[in-house]
C-alpha cells in the first residue's frame, strides 16, 4: 500500500519530496566476473521523515490521504 499526500496549502496532489529511512536485508549474488546482481530485497522497516509540497515547498501543510481518499 503506498501512501498519497495532498498539501492543504496550495492544493497539490501530485508533487511531493519525501525523505524515508529503510532498513532492507538482501541477497547479494556476485558472478564470477564480480559484478553485483541484488536479489530479493526485504524492507524490515520504513520511517517517513518528512514531506514537503513540491509547489510551495510547505510540509506543514502536507497531509496523507485516507485510503478511501487515495483511490
Same mark, same amino acid.
Given at each position: 500500500? %503506498?501512501?498519497?499526500?495532498?498539501?492543504?496549502?496550495? #492544493?497539490? *496532489?501530485?508533487?511531493? =519530496?519525501?525523505? @524515508?529511512?529503510?532498513?532492507? %536485508?538482501?541477497?547479494?549474488?556476485?558472478?564470477?566476473? #564480480?559484478? *553485483?546482481?541484488?536479489e =530479493?530485497?526485504? @524492507?524490515?522497516?520504513?520511517?517517513?521523515?518528512?514531506?514537503?509540497?513540491?509547489?510551495? #515547498?510547505?510540509?506543514?501543510h502536507?497531509?496523507?490521504?485516507?485510503?478511501?481518499?487515495?483511490?
Amino acid at each position: 500500500m %503506498r501512501t498519497r499526500y495532498r498539501c492543504a496549502a496550495c #492544493g497539490n *496532489l501530485t508533487r511531493f =519530496d519525501v525523505t @524515508v529511512t529503510r532498513r532492507t %536485508r538482501a541477497f547479494h549474488h556476485y558472478s564470477i566476473g #564480480g559484478e *553485483l546482481n541484488v536479489e =530479493d530485497t526485504e @524492507v524490515l522497516s520504513e520511517v517517513v521523515e518528512e514531506v514537503a509540497c513540491r509547489w510551495c #515547498g510547505s510540509g506543514a501543510h502536507v497531509e496523507a490521504l485516507e485510503d478511501a481518499d487515495a483511490g
